[in-house]
C-alpha cells in the first residue's frame, strides 16, 4: 500500500544516514534507556523487519532441521493456503517479522506490545509469574516474561497449529514453544528467539532480528488502522504455488 512504501522509503534514508530518528550517533557509544527501576526501557515505536522465509538459501533450507512429519508439511504446502491471506491471525514468532509498526509500553511489571498489523496486542507480565495452567492453545498463546540481567526473556507456550512460521511456509505443531530474548542497545532492539518444537522440528533453533527505530511520515501517525477484511469468494481458484521439490 501506498503508506508502506513511504514508510519503507523513510527508513532507508534514515539508515543510509546512520543516524537515529533523534538524530543521534547510532555508534553504540551511549547509554541505553531505563525505567525509574533501572530495567532497560524498549518503549517507543519501533519498526519490524520484514522475513517472508527463515531459510532463505538452499543451505540454509538444507540446515533446518526437520523431523519427518515436519518436512512432509512443508513440501507439500501451498502459498494459498498461508493462513494470513485468510486474515488469521500470524501468531508467534512469526508476528515479530510482520513489516508494519509497533509501538512498546512498558511499566515496571508488564510489557505490551502493539501491532499496526491486524491490530494485534500481546500483554505480556515481566514480573517472573508462571504460565497459566491448563489454558486453551490459541493463535497469540500465552507470553510470561522476566528479567535475565538486563535481557527480557520472553517465554510463550499455548499456541496452536493454524499458523506458519513464515510466507514460505515453513509450518509448526502445538507443541512448539517459543523463547524470546530482546536486548535493548541505545539505539535498537536485539531479538534472539529460539523455536523448540519436537513434532516438526528434530531440535530447538534459533534466529536474530535487529529491531530499528520507526522513521516519522509527515502527514502519518506512528499506528494507523489495518484492516484485514477475507472475503474470499472463489477460494478454489486461486493461483497455486507448491515448492519446486514437488512440482
Known sequence: MWYVARRTAAALLVAAMG???????SNGSKAIPRMPDGKPDFSGFWSLPYVPNMAASA??????PYTPEGLRAYRNHDAKDDPTSLCLYPGVPRIMQSPYPLQ????????VML???MGLWR????????HRQGIEPTFMGDSVGRWDGDTLVIDTTGLNDRTWLDTAGHQHSDA????????????????????DDPKMYS???????IIRPLPPIPGLPPLIEYSCNENNRDLEHLVSFKPAANR
Open 19 to 25: 543516524v537515529t530518528v533523534a538524530g543521534q550517533s
Open 59 to 64: 543451505a540454509a533450507e538444507a540446515a533446518v
Open 104 to 111: 512498546i509500553v512498558q511499566t515496571a511489571d508488564q510489557l
Open 115 to 117: 501491532f499496526e498489523y
Open 123 to 130: 500483554a505480556i507480565p515481566t514480573d517472573g509469574r508462571s
Open 176 to 195: 512448539m514453544h517459543v523463547v524470546e530474548r530482546l536486548r535493548r542497545t541505545a539505539d535498537t532492539i536485539v531479538l534472539e528467539f529460539t523455536v
Open 203 to 209: 531440535q530447538p533453533w534459533k534466529h536474530e532480528r
